[in-house]
């Protein structure tokens, strides 16, 4: 399969009424959502997609009730662990967006670690989208720009961003049936083709992921200017 799309964003929303409507608490569908993030991760490697840029944590996600967010803290330390073995496997590239100031020094180190691990890897690049948030990460560009008193153009803005290494954005996909960008990528976002589906995350398909593949290839993407 050969697909023209270099760059993906997924704002994997919906883990939380996944587990509701099965009578369980909010973790469980957390817990599948990871496994999600495996399967779609996989995916994207062996369509040979260059970068693939995961929401898994907002800025705007600490107001959520403190055991819900200790517990997605956990599963992210365990889900590196975790992923280690896959990622080496399958040439996979680790890299994260976000402010990662704020979290326990034992979720950094993991970071830290699976970046390392992962640093000369030549496949897929795995960008998870970690105490992110649009806002903030133009708050920090701006502010890098003054302190080096660099004039803001669209040019210098851009590469002062936290995606600037991963290049521009081609297509962002929302699952949970909600039609908004919760502060993710804006800036980047200005050219890119958007996905809304009501499937919750942990449901999202491999057939549901290549039909969006597909329907992107038929997009006509204009830039403001005329066809042909
Ligand atoms: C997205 O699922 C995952 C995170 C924000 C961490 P939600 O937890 O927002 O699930 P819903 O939207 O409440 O169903
Ligand atoms: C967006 O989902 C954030 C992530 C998927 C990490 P939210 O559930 O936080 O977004 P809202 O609150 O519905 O806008
Ligand atoms: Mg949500």
Redesign the pocket.
């Known amino acids: 399969m050969n697909f023209s799309c270099q760059h993906i964003g997924i704002?994997?929303?919906g883990n939380g009424r996944w587990a509701e409507r099965r009578d369980k608490n909010r973790s469980f569908g957390h817990e599948a959502g990871a496994q999600k993030v495996r399967e779609i991760t996989q995916l994207c490697s062996r369509f040979g997609i260059r970068y693939l840029t995961l929401?898994?944590?907002?800025t705007?996600?600490w107001k959520r009730p403190s055991l819900e967010v200790s517990f997605l803290m956990q599963l992210m330390t365990k889900y590196l662990k975790n992923e280690l073995p896959l990622l080496i496997e399958n040439n996979i590239r680790f890299e994260t967006i976000g402010d990662l100031n704020p979290f326990s020094s034992a979720l950094k180190k993991q970071i830290q670690l699976t970046k390392e691990t992962t640093a000369h890897h030549t496949g897929l690049t795995q960008v998870l989208?970690l105490n992110y948030g649009a806002h903030d990460e133009m708050i920090r560009a701006i502010n890098r720009l003054r302190e080096y008193d660099i004039t803001p153009t669209a040019e210098q803005i851009e590469n002062h961003l936290d995606t600037a290494p991963f290049g521009k954005i081609d297509m962002i996909i929302r699952t949970?049936g909600?039609i908004?960008l919760?502060n993710?990528l804006l800036w980047q976002a200005a050219y890119a083709e958007l996905f809304f589906t009501s499937t919750l995350w942990p449901d999202f398909s491999a057939d549901e992921f290549m039909g969006i593949l597909e329907n992107f290839e038929l997009r006509e993407r204009r830039y403001g200017g005329l066809n042909g």
């Open positions: 704002i994997m929303d929401y898994a944590f907002s705007e996600n989208a949970g909600d908004r919760s993710f």
